[in-house]
């Protein structure tokens, strides 16, 4: 029964850290768990177990809470790739931008100087850490929405000037 609720207690965390990976991951367990706990029930009352038919139904609200939830958010994802566009082109960017999500940021945002250095300027662009936008849902900690939002706005204002020097060294 212990197991159970470990396993309960690590699937919730990753569902709240991660949804869409856990909906993938976790909801096939959550619905054979769920068929478990009847079992474990039955024993309860029979035998000198360490837990008791309440424990077992509490166990299995749990569960089903967290069946439900995984159920929203697979539901939700594959809402999120059919609106993108059903084409494996979609799907790969939005599977880049859920990675992105999930790697924590290379630097503070704090430390990122406001005027862009010259090595920035004259880079490809490509190593610039950037996580898109939320539309939909809550950012992890507003200091993710902080990072997101500052490295975006300072992106929007470098790209242009890296465009720019790279027409003026090609024209000149």
């Given at each position: 029964?212990k ?35 009847p079992?474990?029930?039955?024993k ?12 077992c ?10 069946k ?44 990122i ?51 720019g ?8």
């Open positions: 029964m197991v159970l609720w470990n396993f309960y207690n690590f699937a919730k965390f990753v569902t709240d850290k991660m949804p869409s990976q856990a909906s993938d991951q976790f909801l096939q367990m959550a619905r054979n768990v769920s068929l478990v706990i079992v474990l029930k039955a309860a009352s029979t035998s000198d177990q360490s837990y008791t038919e309440e424990d139904e509490e166990l299995a609200g749990k569960f089903s809470e967290l439900n939830v995984l159920q929203e958010y697979k539901t939700r994802r594959e809402e999120a790739i059919r609106s993108v566009g059903s084409t494996a082109k979609s799907q790969r960017v939005l599977a880049a931008m859920e990675r992105r999500w999930r790697e924590p940021p290379p630097n503070d945002f704090r430390s100087p406001d005027i862009p250095t010259v090595e920035e300027l004259l880079a490809d662009g490509r190593s610039v850490f950037l996580r898109a936008s939320l539309s939909q849902g809550k950012y992890p900690s507003a200091q993710d929405y902080l990072d997101t939002q500052f490295r975006l706005l300072r992106e929007d204002f470098v790209d242009p000037l890296r465009e020097l790279k027409d003026y060294f090609l024209i000149k």
